[in-house]
């Protein structure tokens, strides 16, 4: 990513401010938010134009600090180390992004810890090696606090170490003319379908567990600008992936029938 041109983000307020002087601060960011929304597009956006390298790591349920930090592999016959995305990250300078990083093991904490204070290292058990971390190495994660589950949600002794920012889905005028960019669609079209995501959100909580992300309304306007109907575009991108429950869906595709007249 270093070097290249930063990819397309639309800021919705001092976000990269805030960003640019934890960055310089040498502090770790936490982004809370719901999925869909922008977190990852800013975060790419940011390491380009602060030129650093940028690690992603998608964290799930059996994701281990080992996947992180790296392990010995057997390579022709002989056991090497193989750096993990965080270590390689800790070596470069590089920006190191933990996307969901609540799914993560219980593990994966314990080694932020150390990373996320002034020490900033990281301890190789394994090796034996103490990392510090180089400069321009800094670490992000985002978590959605939507997912209302007890036993996924950080521990308070793991947020209090990061700066924290929350995002939401883009406000209409910003989201219409995100979705445009990104999918080349008239804004016309864009603005009924912005409307429709506007809608869909405020039935979070009765029929539906989260609303729809901009992700899926860029897919929907993705689909349209390619020749396919609003009907089945709308069907495919804005309904299907939100509720399997064939009358709350009848319900969304309604709307939608109503939204675009
Ligand atoms: P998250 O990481 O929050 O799940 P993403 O960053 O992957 O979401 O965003 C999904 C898509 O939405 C992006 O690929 C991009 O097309 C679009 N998007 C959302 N917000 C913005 C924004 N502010 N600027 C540019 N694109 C955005």
Same mark, same amino acid.
């Given at each position: 990513?270093?070097?290249?041109? #930063?990819?397309f &983000?639309?800021?919705?307020?001092d976000?990269?401010?805030?960003f ?7 502090l =770790?960011?936490?982004?809370?938010g719901p ?8 975060? #790419?956006?940011?390491?380009a ?6 690690y992603t790591v ?7 600090a080992? /996947? ?9 016959g002989?056991?090497?180390?193989? /750096?993990?995305p965080?270590?390689?990250a800790?070596r470069?300078g590089?920006?190191?992004y933990l996307d969901?990083? +609540? ?5 994966v ?9 002034? %020490?900033r290292i990281?301890p190789?058990d ?7 971390a180089a400069?321009g190495?800094?670490?992000?994660a985002? &978590?959605?606090p939507g &997912?209302?589950?007890?036993l !996924?949600?950080l521990?308070?002794?793991t947020?209090?170490?990061?700066? #924290?920012m929350?995002f939401?889905? =883009? !406000? ?15 804004e016309g %079209?864009?603005?009924s379908? +912005?409307?429709?995501a506007? !809608?869909?959100r405020g039935l979070?909580g009765?029929?539906l567990?989260?609303?729809?992300s901009?992700?899926?309304?860029? &897919?929907?306007?993705t689909?349209?600008?390619?020749g396919?109907?609003?009907?089945? #575009?709308?069907?495919v991108a804005m309904?299907?992936p939100?509720?399997d429950?064939? /009358? ?5 595709? /309604?709307?939608a029938?109503a939204?675009?007249?």
């Open positions: 990513m270093r070097g290249a041109e #930063a990819p &983000y639309l800021a919705h307020g976000e990269c401010e805030i640019a002087a934890a960055y310089g601060n040498g =770790p960011v936490l982004l809370k999925t869909g929304c922008g977190k990852t597009r800013f975060v #790419a956006h940011m390491a134009a602060l030129g650093r390298p940028l998608a964290c799930h349920d059996d994701l281990t080992a /996947d992180l930090i790296g392990r010995y592999l057997l390579k022709g002989e056991t090497v180390w193989v /750096d993990g965080l270590t390689r800790v470069e590089a920006i190191c969901e990083v +609540v799914e993560a093991r219980k593990d904490a314990v080694v932020l810890h150390p990373l996320t204070d002034d %020490r990281l190789i394994r090796t034996g090696e103490e990392l510090e400069p190495f800094m670490l992000v985002s &978590y959605n &997912y209302q589950n007890i !996924k949600t521990k308070p002794s947020r209090q170490r990061f700066v #924290a929350e939401d889905f =883009p !406000k209409p005028e910003h989201e219409i003319a995100v979705v445009t960019r990104e999918s080349g669609l008239d %079209r864009v603005r379908l +912005v409307r429709l506007g !809608k869909l979070k009765q029929d567990e989260e609303g729809v901009t992700r899926l309304v860029v &897919y929907a306007a689909l349209i600008a390619g396919m109907g609003v009907d089945r #575009a709308i069907r309904v299907e939100l509720t429950d064939e /009358d709350v869906k009848r319900g969304l595709l /309604d709307l029938t939204v675009f007249g």
